[in-house]
């Protein structure tokens, strides 16, 4: 990059970060928001605050940076309203992706630590959790809202609750009410603050992990929110034609409810009976290995069925007061080479969805794993070595800033580019 080019990056995020900062009351924390977000983005494997300090020159005040990130006052919520009217505006988003994503911690001091799943290490392992809501369409997305997720053991109020956990919440700065909420809630929650902000978004997105909680499907309905979201293969659904009947009646007793004639069926069954013939070959897009693709690279493509299916199971609502349970769509990707389908998803996208598009939605997912490896990789997302529950909600949210302003020069020089997996 050219000394002018640099300039003219310099400029750019002065801007940015006024803009993302303009809400604090005090000028010290505008000023240190600003040198924290320019220390992450500087070259260098460790993005915690001392080797941060040690890079950012005169304005390397290890001290000032510790204070700022971890006990100044700040509420994050305003930093991440900005920027989710910055980069909704520019993205254009045409999804909300919701995640979660592992800390690995050596120790157990820091808020919310414990044994506990993570995909980031495929196993149980000590670490924090991360729920995060992530504004994304083809090519771009960003990360504009977090929750750290509260083991039960961290809760008080809790039969799971650990004492010695239960102790260190006041050295970790947790709030009173915090207390233990299910990831699929603490995404519902994320939804409804962010809609607060203002921000409209058309779509939820979601692998299993949410999908397969019946009660965050039906919070999504009822925030007529329409969601694709992935699902396990044991979840059961009627055909779409299915219809409930009216049982025999003795005449003694209340008479019985109409129901549906058949037991269902697992989505997997459903699947396969409608066979390989119902399989159709879609390519949703470019990956990140050379081909004869526009870019240069090969196109994603795989086979996929899609059936209109009534949903069953505890959990499920009906469709108004009667018994028929409403109409969703079951996709299924079912690829040449395998003997039955191994991905499922479900939909309350419009019933004249092309499977294309349908295909290409769902699957947009992948746009949070790019995100979780930029921001971990380059932008020291799982660096922060503070242990409170304020720090680490300042630190995700700044990591974040840092995201979005690659984000933003990455579109203002290529506003064209794709940018692979």
């Known amino acids: ?35 924290y977000v320019r220390g992450l983005l500087l070259e260098g494997r460790r993005k915690s605050v001392e080797p941060m300090a040690a890079r950012l020159g005169e304005d390397g005040n290890r001290q000032a940076l510790a204070h700022f990130v971890t006990t100044s006052p700040w509420d994050p919520a305003h930093v991440r309203a900005r920027l989710a009217w910055r980069m909704h505006d520019v993205i ?11 800390f690995l911690k050596d120790g157990d001091a820091s808020a919310c630590v414990s044994r506990q799943y993570t995909g980031t290490a495929g196993k149980v392992i000590n670490c924090q959790v991360g729920v995060s809501l992530h504004l994304a369409r083809d090519h771009a997305s960003a990360a504009v809202n977090w929750r750290l997720f509260m083991p039960a053991s961290w809760d008080p109020g809790s039969p799971e609750a650990d004492a010695d956990k239960v102790a260190r919440r006041g050295r970790c700065g947790i709030p009173a009410q915090a207390g233990h909420v299910e990831k699929w809630q603490l995404a519902l929650d994320m939804i409804d603050e962010t809609r607060s902000w203002g921000i409209d978004i058309p779509l939820l997105v979601a692998d299993a992990g949410y999908g397969d ?86 196109r994603m493509h795989s086979r996929f069925v899609a059936l209109r299916v009534r949903p069953a199971g505890r959990g499920v609502r009906a469709a108004g007061d009667g018994p028929e349970l409403p109409e969703r769509w079951l996709l299924a990707e079912w690829p040449a080479t395998e003997p039955e389908p191994v991905q499922f998803w479900l939909s309350s996208l419009p019933s004249g969805m092309p499977l294309a598009t349908l295909v290409r939605l769902a699957k947009l997912r992948w746009r949070i794993e790019h995100d979780y490896r930029e921001m971990k990789q380059a932008l020291g997302l799982a660096h922060f070595e503070g242990r409170t529950w304020n720090g680490w909600h300042h630190h995700v949210t700044l990591v974040s800033a840092a995201h979005a302003f690659c984000t933003l020069q990455r579109l203002a020089h290529h506003p064209k580019d794709t940018e692979q997996v």
Do not use: C
Request: net charge positive.
């Open 213 to 298: 909680a019946a009660a965050f499907r039906l919070g999504l309905e009822e925030r007529n929110l329409p969601y694709a979201v992935g699902i396990s293969s044991r979840h059961t659904a009627h055909p779409a034609g299915a219809r409930p009947v009216q049982p025999a009646y003795a005449g003694t007793g209340r008479p019985p409810k109409r129901q549906y004639p058949e037991p269902a069926q697992t989505m997997k069954s459903l699947v396969i009976a409608a066979g390989r013939a119902a399989a159709r070959p879609v390519s949703w897009r470019e990956g990140s290995r050379p081909g004869q693709g526009r870019s240069g690279f090969k």
């Open 92 to 102: 254009g988003a045409e999804a909300l992706i919701i995640d979660d994503t592992g």
């Open 1 to 35: 990059m050219t000394p002018e080019e640099m300039a003219g990056v310099r400029e750019d995020l002065e801007a940015f970060t006024t803009e993302m900062f303009d809400g604090f009351f005090r000028t010290d924390q505008r000023r240190w928001g600003q040198v």
